[in-house]
């Protein structure tokens, strides 16, 4: 069945239902193309989203991107990001395949629409002014058969007529003659005519208008099929991508199931790990002695050679409190002798007795200031770290995992540097330049024998500083492994050691006298002195890295007046130009010296600090 035979005569039904099709065509393609605005909307926040989401460190500066927890939000983060990909992969599809395709394809089908019903209104109009003509003749006909008929009668009247001359008689006759031969003309007209529309009407009705008929029905299929194609495109979009979708939700999931919270415990030790030996117990330190006695040679206070008795110097300093505050307390004031007296260093030397040598003095000072002073060959912003080329500024544990990525980092670099020495045929270098230099003399055409100096020169420079780098941080990995396994041993060794009784003040002088005596040979026949001894402070094998300053280290300005009141401060004027003796520790206060004489902490934030 077709709209030629069937609808022959609903020309205006088949215009409107056409041009509803080509309409319902261009709406499909609106909507697609509003579905792509809100497919690359969505895209686009979710790509915004997880940019704001994602660590803005890289991966190997970020400590937190070793744990399991990090490493699979930021793999939620990544599939999420490639769903959001697939999202704008559906809008594009979408936008070109559909959008663009249909729209292309609804004005090719305007136009042909047009064609064909101005072809159809041609050959309507054309059948309309042949009707227009038969009725015209059939007019003339008409007309002329009722002036023959009249003529004739007129003839017939006159004929009859007694009155009516010859002549009268005859013109009539030869004027209805004449209307009865206009009257045949027009009736063959009129017949020729009639068959002429006849045969035009049949045309249009049978053959002219049913072939457009039937190129507007192959049109209206054909667009109804594209259209659903173009349905289809719709959910084929999405179900190009839903492999994908699913490998990125399989990814989500991989990525939950991957969070592993021994791992992640595992990797909080690993980073922070000190290698510190843990703090030992404190002494009880007994004060009322030289209260209660006389000075003697069995005193607690003043041992058998008159000199003061230095308490546990440095050892109390290397232990680490992990749970104190790095604020200290307000600096007291200096000694008159220019040193910090005995309250700024914890656990340090006590206050010098009246008679004592001052030289004597001032050398436990020094030996007591020595292990807090920090090393000052890199000295960065005043606040920062000091960073050192062997990681010393690090806890050992730290220290020792930096120099063994270090090493790696130069064997590997060595490595490529050897494979590629190896690679381009020199593997002996000295030999492979002389086996090169013997062939570009004897073919001076293959090349320059001085032109492969410079690069053998420099592979070889390249190997031997990476052989020296290798040496130098393997040296270091040996004494940093070294000393983690000391401390390991000195805190297992503590552990393992039972705990003193509680010591007790002694209730009077004789009891602290007999009790100090025997501590104190017990002290001198138990424990002799060594380099791991009770007394001797830890920061002996890092000596090399303090330095005791004997100069200023920078120069610093007062940015505002500072009374200086409290003990231990010294007063400075807005604008003075002062000397940095020591860095600010932490705390908000630094040592500085005035140029009229004198040393004191004053506040960090009044101080515009310029280092040497």
Same mark, same amino acid.
């Given at each position: 069945m077709d709209w030629g035979t069937e609808l022959w005569d609903q020309f205006e039904v088949l215009e409107r239902h056409t041009q509803w099709g080509l309409?319902?065509?261009?709406?499909?393609?609106?909507?697609?193309?509003?579905?792509?605005?809100?497919?690359?909307?969505?895209?686009?926040?979710?790509?915004?989203?997880?940019?704001?989401?994602?660590?803005?460190?890289?991966?190997?500066?970020?400590?937190?991107s070793k744990f399991s927890q990090q490493q699979s939000f930021v793999q939620l983060l990544q599939e999420v990001n490639d769903f959001a990909g697939q999202r704008e992969l559906v809008a594009e599809n979408l936008s070109v395949r559909v959008c663009l395709e249909l729209a292309k394809y609804s004005q090719e089908m305007k136009q042909e629409r047009k064609m064909h019903f101005q072809e159809g209104r041609r050959a309507q109009q054309q059948l309309e002014n042949g009707f227009k003509q038969l009725e015209s003749s059939k007019r003339k006909f008409e007309r002329d058969c009722r002036e023959a008929e009249k003529a004739t009668q007129t003839a017939e009247r006159l004929d009859q007529d007694i009155n009516a001359t010859k002549a009268d008689v005859e013109k009539a006759k030869q004027q209805a003659h004449l209307r009865s031969h206009m009257a045949e003309e027009s009736k063959n007209e009129y017949a020729a005519?009639?068959?002429?529309?006849?045969?035009?009407?049949?045309?249009?009705?049978?053959?002219?208008?049913?072939?457009?008929?039937?190129?507007?029905?192959?049109?209206?299929?054909?667009?109804?099929t594209r259209l659903g194609t173009g349905?289809?495109?719709? =959910? $084929?979009?999405?179900?190009?991508?839903?492999?994908?979708?699913?490998?990125?939700?399989?990814? /989500?999931?991989? #990525?939950?199931?991957?969070?592993?919270?021994?791992?992640?415990?595992?990797?909080?030790?690993?980073?922070?790990? =000190? $290698?510190?030996?843990?703090?030992?117990?404190?002494?009880?330190?007994?004060?009322?002695?030289? /209260?209660?006695? #006389?000075?003697?040679?069995?005193?607690?206070?003043?041992?058998?050679?008159?000199?003061?008795e230095v308490r546990g110097t440095g050892r109390s300093r290397a232990k680490r409190w992990p749970f104190s505050k790095k604020n200290k307390p307000r600096p007291p004031s200096l000694s008159p002798l220019g040193g910090p007296p005995s309250s700024v260093l914890p656990n340090g030397p006590p206050s010098p007795r009246s008679g004592l040598d001052p030289l004597a003095i001032l050398s436990e000072i020094s030996k007591s200031v020595k292990p807090r002073l920090a090393s000052f060959r890199s000295l960065r912003g005043g606040r920062g770290?000091?960073?050192?080329?062997?990681?010393?500024?690090l806890p050992p544990e730290q220290q020792r995992k930096r120099l063994q990525q270090q090493l790696e980092e130069r064997n590997r670099e060595l490595q490529k540097e050897v494979d590629q020495s190896a690679g381009n045929g020199i593997l002996d270098l000295v030999e492979a330049l002389k086996k090169m230099k013997d062939v570009y003399e004897k073919t001076p055409q293959m090349g320059d024998p001085a032109s492969l100096e410079p690069q053998i020169t420099e592979t070889l420079r390249n190997i031997e500083r990476l052989k020296l780098e290798v040496q130098k941080y393997e040296a270091w990995l040996a004494e940093a492994e070294s000393r983690v396994l000391s401390n390991r041993g000195d805190s297992l060794n503590r552990h393992t050691r039972p705990p003193d009784p509680p010591a007790s003040a002694p209730p009077d002088s004789s009891s602290n006298s007999n009790s100090g005596s025997q501590e104190n040979k017990e002290s001198s026949s138990e424990e002799p002195p060594s380099e791991d001894g009770q007394d001797t402070p830890i920061y002996t094998e890092f000596d090399e890295d303090f330095?005791?300053?004997?100069?200023?280290?920078?120069?610093?300005?007062?940015?505002?007046?500072?009374?200086?009141?409290?003990?231990?401060?010294?007063?400075?004027?807005?604008?003075?130009?002062?000397?940095?003796?020591?860095?600010?520790?932490?705390?908000?206060?630094?040592?500085?010296?005035?140029?009229q004489g004198g040393e004191g902490y004053v506040p960090t934030s009044y101080l515009r600090v310029m280092l040497n």
């Open positions: 309409d319902l065509l261009d709406r499909y393609v609106k909507f697609v193309k509003e579905r792509t605005e809100v497919e690359q909307a969505y895209a686009k926040q979710l790509r915004s989203l997880v940019k704001k989401y994602l660590p803005k460190r890289p991966t190997k500066d970020d400590p937190e005519q009639l068959q002429r529309f006849n045969r035009d009407q049949a045309h249009f009705y049978f053959s002219q208008m049913p072939q457009i008929f039937d190129k507007l029905q192959d049109m209206d299929e054909r667009r109804t349905y289809g495109l719709l =959910s $084929g979009a999405e179900l190009q991508v839903v492999p994908i979708i699913a490998k990125c939700l399989e990814g /989500m999931k991989v #990525a939950a199931d991957a969070v592993d919270a021994k791992n992640d415990s595992q990797v909080l030790i690993e980073l922070h790990k =000190s $290698g510190f030996a843990r703090p030992s117990d404190v002494e009880f330190e007994d004060f009322s002695q030289p /209260m209660n006695r #006389a000075p003697s040679d069995s005193s607690l206070g003043t041992p058998s050679d008159g000199r003061p770290a000091v960073v050192t080329e062997d990681f010393s500024h330095e005791e300053p004997t100069s200023p280290i920078g120069q610093c300005v007062a940015i505002y007046h500072f009374e200086g009141s409290s003990e231990g401060t010294i007063s400075m004027a807005e604008g003075e130009d002062l000397s940095l003796m020591e860095e600010d520790k932490g705390d908000g206060w630094t040592r500085v010296r005035r140029k």
